[in-house]
């Protein structure tokens, strides 16, 4: 993994050219990001109606794309290759209602040299109430004389 480490404007950077795009990304241009840095991405939402799914609270699919971007911008501020996603997991355990803001708070656990280990918190701002937690394993290892195939 590179040594090199980046600061909480390349954070922001990274996150506003990949909402920056037509594809599918352009749906995280809701997230502010706040701080981060060195392993860390920090941000947060406030819930729109457009965010819900069909019971009127925070769709799960939308979290799950949180938690896999921004851990990466997490990963990224190591100075680290973004990698592909080997496992994505998510935990919901609250609601998030529309006009609640929420934090997101990623973090990288230990990025080696084939694989990176990375944890994320959605909380919700007014009382700091966990609504989900995850996390990915990625595989960073993009040295082409390394690759075994």
């Not at 990304?25 to 729109?48: N, P, S, W």
């Not at 019971?55 to 896999?68: E, F, K, N, P, Y």
Request: glycine share 12%; net charge positive; aromatic share 8%.
């Amino acid at each position: 993994m590179a040594t090199k480490k980046l600061g909480m404007d390349f954070v922001k950077n990274m996150s506003e050219y990949a909402s920056g795009s037509n594809g599918f990304d352009r749906v995280l241009r809701m997230i502010k990001i706040t701080g981060g840095g060195d392993g860390r991405a920090v941000g947060e939402f406030t819930v729109q109606e457009e965010h819900l799914n069909q019971q009127g609270t925070l769709h799960g699919s939308l979290t799950a794309t949180i938690v896999d971007n921004c851990t990466t911008y997490a990963l990224m501020s190591k100075g680290s290759h973004p990698g592909v996603t080997a496992n994505l997991n998510v935990s919901y355990t609250a609601a998030a209602y529309p006009g609640e803001v929420i934090e997101v708070d990623c973090n990288t656990v230990r990025a080696g040299k084939k694989m990176a280990y990375l944890d994320c918190l959605l909380r919700r701002k007014s009382d700091g109430k966990i609504i989900a937690k995850g996390g990915q394993v990625k595989y960073i290892q993009f040295d082409k004389e390394k690759l075994d195939f």
